[in-house]
């Protein structure tokens, strides 16, 4: 059954570092999004992607972070200059339309430490 | 600003009990809204509904929306060990450029004794 990987499972990082987690979506879908899950808070929205742009960002997808898909397969979400409040467990999803019309599926996620 | 409130918080069950979980919720322009299942890490997809009154049903998991009253509902039937998870509940609303972006609640935590 297809589905959405990410690596690392784990990341720990000092802060002021940079990050780059990465995501290869599931391969006919052409919606991409990006969330995170501070422990014991709701999954937030981050960011969607699609036709090689992001079609929407949240409050929360500030200059620190930026996405690309740099090939045919993945998608990553970038964080420069990380901070403590960055911890979190950020998820990767995608979707084969656009997400209310189809279920999004989302990858066993990345939990960054910034320490 | 979209807005889902799920309730309870915490439910601590038996095996074998019914269970039944709850999502209102406020959004612009209400295209869908969606259940799922999050054990260890990821949210796994459970349920998609779109139209009112009309409940999608699998095996002993079921749920059903209510467009006018603005909720649905997750109904567990006879309960196992292996429903023992947070249950999440999102909408999609169709407000702007929104290309599908979820809204969740701050879910279920969902325990069954044995």
């Known amino acids: 059954e297809p589905e959405v990987t990410q690596t690392p499972s784990h990341q720990v990082t000092q802060m002021g570092q940079e990050v780059i987690l990465r995501c290869v979506p599931i391969s006919n879908h052409l919606y991409f999004y990006w969330y995170r899950q501070i422990l014991g808070q709701k999954v937030e929205f981050l960011v969607s992607f699609y036709n090689n742009e992001i079609s929407e960002k949240s409050e929360i997808f500030d200059d620190q972070f930026s996405v690309e898909r740099p090939d045919g397969s993945n998608f990553t979400l970038k964080i420069r200059s990380t901070k403590l409040e960055d911890s979190a467990m950020y998820f990767c999803a995608s979707s084969a339309l656009a997400g209310g019309n189809t279920e999004a599926f989302f990858g066993q996620g990345t939990r960054l430490t910034v320490v | 600003e979209d807005k889902v409130v799920q309730s309870p918080l915490s439910l601590v069950v038996h095996e074998g009990d019914t269970v039944t979980l709850n999502c209102s919720y406020e959004v612009t322009n209400f295209r869908s809204l969606l259940w799922y299942k999050q054990e260890k890490k990821a949210p796994t997809f459970l349920f998609m509904l779109?139209?009112?009154?009309i409940e999608k049903k699998s095996g002993r998991l079921s749920s059903i929306l209510d467009k006018k009253e603005l909720f649905s509902i997750l109904n567990i039937t006879a309960t196992q060990t292996g429903d023992s998870a947070i249950y999440l509940c999102?909408?999609?609303?169709?407000?702007?450029?929104?290309?599908?972006?979820?809204?969740f609640g701050q879910g279920t935590i969902l325990t069954v004794h044995p």
């Open positions: 999102a909408v999609v609303g169709a407000g702007g450029t929104s290309y599908g972006k979820l809204t």
């Open positions: 779109t139209s009112s009154g």
